[in-house]
C-alpha cells in the first residue's frame, strides 16, 4: 500500500512514518511545506528507506498536489498537515484559515478528482483519512463525561474553530461527492521530536536553563495526554480497518491538570538531571503563574471505548513511563 502523509514532517507525522515504514510493507510519501514546526531531522532514521519518498509541497498549492497525486499514485491519504498552536492562533488566526480550512479544501478536492479516476478495486480501496483534535468539542465541566464520536461540536480558539471547520468539510465531501473518509480526534499528544513551543519541551528545557516555567493562571486546566507512538499505531488501524465514514477519538485517558504535568517534569529532572543550574534549589522554585491565555479551555477529555471496541487499539505507555522517555529524549540531544 502507498501511502500519501501530508504534514509528515511535523511530531505526530512524522512519528506516523516511522511506524508505518518501520513495521509494515507499505511505502510513504511525505508532503509537506516545511514550516516553522516542519523539522526533516525527525524522518533521518528512513530518509535513505526505498520506501519513502519527500516533497515539499503547500497544500494550499492544487498543482503542486495534483502533480504529486499523478506522480505517485497513493492507495490512501492521511491528513495531518495544520497549523496547531492555540497561542498562535489567537494572535495571527489567517494562517490558520489558510491552511487548516482552505488547505483541506483544496487536498479534498485534488483527492476527490483522483479518486473519481480510480477503476475497480482501487477505488473501493481508497481512504482519505482527517486526523484532527478533541478542541474542537471545547470546554468540558469538571465532572462531566469525556467527550464522544457524537458528542457537539464547540470550538473555542481560532486554532479549534479551523479544525472544526475542516471536519465539517471532510464529512460533506463524503456525503455530497462519495469520498471515502475516515476521521479521528485525538487528546493531547506528547513524547520525542515535539517542537519546543509545546507545554512539555517547553518546560523540559526551561528547566535545564533555569529560566522561569510559565503555567496559565492557576494551571488547573486539564488535558488527556497520549504518548505519540500509542497515537500513531491507532492512526494505522483506523486507516485499515475503520468503517467509511465513520469517526474514531484517540485518548489514553491520562487526565492531567497542566501544574500536575509541570510539576512531575520537575520529578523527573531531579532524578535524572539532580545538578541544576546556578542559584537553583528546586526545579518546582521555577514555576511561575502567568496571565492565562484568552477563552482557555478548563478541561478536555475523550472516550475512546469505541475505537478499543471496534478496533481493538488500546494505549500501553502509561503517563509516567511516557513522560520519562520524553524527558530522557530530550536530554539525549541536547548540546554540551
Known sequence: MKVLVTGGAGFIGSALIR???????????????LTYAGDLSSLTSVESNSRYAFEQVDICDRNALERVFQQYLPDVVM????????????????AFVETNIVGTFTLLEVARGYWSGLVDGAKSAFRFHHISTDEVFGDL??????????????????????????????????R????????????????????????????INNALEGEV??????????????????????????LTKGLVGETYNVGASNEKSNIEVVTEICDVLEVLVPDKPKGIEKYQDLITHVTDRPGHDKRYAIDA????????????VSFSDGL??????YLSTRRP
Open 19 to 33: 511506524y508505518i515504514i518501520g513495521n509494515t510493507n507499505d511505502s510513504v510519501v511525505n508532503i509537506d511545506k
Open 176 to 203: 455530497t461527492y462519495g469520498l471515502p473518509v475516515v476521521l479521528s480526534n485525538c487528546s493531547n499528544n506528547y513524547g520525542p521530536y515535539q517542537h519546543p513551543e509545546k507545554l512539555i519541551p517547553l518546560m
Open 324 to 329: 520519562y522517555k520524553t524527558v530522557a529524549y
Open 141 to 174: 465541566d469538571a465532572e462531566g463525561d469525556p467527550s464522544t464520536e457524537r458528542s457537539p461540536y464547540l470550538p473555542s480558539s481560532p486554532y479549534s474553530a479551523s479544525k472544526a471547520s475542516s471536519d465539517h468539510l471532510v464529512r460533506a465531501w463524503h
Open 305 to 316: 471505548s469505541k475505537l478499543s471496541l471496534e478496533l481493538g487499539w488500546k494505549p500501553t
Open 79 to 94: 491528513h495531518l498537515a495544520a497549523e496547531s498552536h492555540v497561542d498562535r492562533s489567537i494572535g495571527g488566526p489567517a
Open 213 to 238: 516555567l510559565p503555567v496559565y493562571g492557576n494551571g488547573l486546566q486539564i488535558r488527556d495526554w497520549l504518548f505519540v507512538d500509542d497515537h500513531v499505531k491507532a492512526l494505522y488501524a483506523i
